[in-house]
């Protein structure tokens, strides 16, 4: 993860020293608390990761440009899919890439703020203010090796009804 998307996830803004990082993880792990938050268990590995890499920079390393709100605008994001079926959703690095069966949802996920790319047949959500170098040369597996990739947690409909007569 780079600095800059460490620092839009954790909502500060660049040069912040170390109290402030650790200050914002602090409110960031209360707000994103799976117990609160649907996709809390994904954005709570996001803020762990924000946070490690954060820590571990230096002053003069944080001195890069974020997006402050874009923890937020994430998590919004992420909710606004997790519960549609048939997608499959993944998050490398601070993108989340969503395929499967998509037509069907395509409006909701223009109205989430995800955008698609063609060239690997799937939708994708990213910082607002971030400006492609690569063109689109990367293939998923690339991506995924610079970045690692998890998928949320997605209970179905099926296990609840399974856990509801148990």
Not at 31 to 45: F, R, V, W
Not at 53 to 76: F, H, I, K, P, W
Request: proline share 3%; aromatic share 8%.
């Amino acid at each position: 993860m780079k600095i800059s998307d460490a620092l839009s996830i954790l909502g500060l803004s660049s040069g912040a020293s170390q109290e402030a990082i650790k200050s914002a993880y602090k409110r960031a792990a209360k707000k994103y608390h799976p117990d609160l938050n649907p996709a809390g268990a994904e954005m709570m590995k996001l803020v762990n990761a924000a946070f490690d890499v954060l820590r571990d920079a230096t002053s003069t390393q944080t001195q890069e440009d974020s997006d402050c709100n874009y923890g937020e605008e994430l998590n919004a994001a992420i909710n606004a899919i997790i519960d549609l079926d048939g997608l499959e959703i993944e998050i490398c690095g601070a993108w989340v890439w969503v395929g499967g069966n998509t037509r069907e949802h395509k409006e909701t996920l223009k109205q989430a703020g995800f955008k698609y790319a063609k060239k690997k047949q799937k939708w994708n959500y990213r910082p607002s203010g971030w400006k492609s170098r690569s063109r689109g040369t990367y293939s998923m597996d690339d991506i995924r090796d610079a970045h690692g990739s998890t998928r949320p947690y997605r209970p179905s409909r099926r296990n609840y009804a399974l856990g509801a007569a148990a």
